[in-house]
């Protein structure tokens, strides 16, 4: 993909009808079915935890971008770690959208009232046993960002072109506990550094992409 289609806004809104968004997906398992009862997976909880996270999709003047963030080092999991702004459902959320909308708010200073939300994927695992729950959001007129000290060390944004492009997906091997497995990553040269998304958040831009593609003739 050299350019994003004309209709790529229309795609994005159709996108949660398509079987990819449809389908709940745990990324570890898929990719290493050998590896499902290993200790390399953490043991998950009896019940998975909820989160949800909003994959934003800003308005610039050069295209569209997504925007990410580096958690803060003192983040009690994932720390330093490239993510989508989200976390777990507090009162008064009651979906969720409602949760990814209040901690983009929380995280970047991304109200909801500046976010449409144009699709919702089934849940996605991840290895510390959450389910956590994409949102899409689209916003036309993006306000001044600015990131909570406490949760956030660093915002950047890459071209949705680059992530919606899947030669630019790769699937790299790690280590944990002496065991090598495969995991989904998306680098993003900006020229000056590299930016290695990695993990359930490019496992989500994977299905980000994935759906893209389904919803072309849509």
Not at 29 to 41: K, R, V
Not at 136 to 147: F, K, M, N, Q, R
Not at 198 to 216: C, N, P, S, V
């Amino acid at each position: 993909m050299n350019d994003l289609p004309a209709d790529w806004l229309d795609r994005l809104r159709r996108m949660d009808r398509s079987p990819t968004a449809l389908a709940e997906r745990k990324l570890f398992q898929e990719l290493n079915p050998d590896l499902a009862h290993t200790p390399i997976l953490s043991q998950p909880p009896s019940k998975p935890r909820p989160a949800s996270v909003l994959i934003p999709i800003l308005n610039r003047s050069e295209g569209p971008t997504i925007l990410f963030t580096v958690r803060a080092p003192t983040m009690p999991s994932h720390a330093g770690q490239i993510s989508l702004p989200g976390g777990g459902p507090k009162p008064p959320d009651a979906t969720p959208v409602d949760t990814a909308l209040r901690e983009a708010s929380e995280e970047v200073g991304l109200s909801a009232a500046h976010v449409e939300v144009v699709a919702q994927f089934a849940p996605h695992h991840g290895g510390l046993g959450y389910r956590v729950t994409p949102v899409v959001g689209w916003v036309a007129d993006v306000p001044d960002l600015i990131a909570c000290d406490r949760e956030v060390s660093a915002m950047f944004e890459v071209p949705l072109l680059h992530i919606l492009n899947r030669e630019q997906h790769i699937v790299e091997t790690r280590n944990a506990a002496g065991t090598d497995y495969q995991m989904y990553a998306v680098p993003y040269d900006t020229g000056e550094e590299v930016h290695h998304i990695w993990g359930l958040t490019a496992g989500i831009l994977h299905t980000l992409a994935l759906a893209f593609e389904e919803e072309a003739d849509g």
